[in-house]
């Protein structure tokens, strides 16, 4: 099991873009579930992405689809989140982790959480 680590959060004015990196060191990344969670300020952490393995299964937050992408590289074991039209309320710590499921209704978290990448969406 390796560890994940986030990177590519920064500060961008509403209606532009970032895209997001998780690099993971360890050798199960081909064979797993992932997705990226995020929290806000004074929230709970949600799920607002999830990809099955084999990338043939990708489901997004009602909130964020339609503008964010969730890809996944097996071969340099990093996932990413490309965000585009960016709004003041997607500010949050940004989160990747292993999933139990390919479905987003049940997938749950499987690792313990990184630091996380921190997004403002601010002018």
């Known amino acids: 099991q390796g560890q994940l680590v986030e990177s590519g959060g920064g500060l961008v004015q509403p209606g532009g873009s970032l895209r997001l990196s998780c690099e993971d060191s360890g050798s199960t990344f081909s064979a797993t579930s992932l997705g990226w969670y995020r929290q806000a300020p004074g929230k709970e952490r949600e799920l607002i992405a999830s990809?099955?393995?084999?990338?043939?299964?990708?489901e997004y937050l009602d909130d964020v689809g339609g503008r964010f992408t969730i890809m996944r590289d097996n071969v340099k074991r990093t996932l990413y989140l490309q965000m585009n039209r960016l709004k003041p309320e997607d500010t949050a710590v940004y989160y990747c982790?292993?999933?139990?499921?390919?479905?987003?209704?049940?997938?749950?978290?499987?690792?313990?959480w990184g630091q996380g990448t921190l997004v403002t969406v601010s002018s």
């Open positions: 982790n292993r999933l139990s499921s390919a479905y987003f209704e049940r997938a749950k978290p499987l690792d313990a």
């Open positions: 990809i099955g393995w084999s990338d043939d299964r990708r």
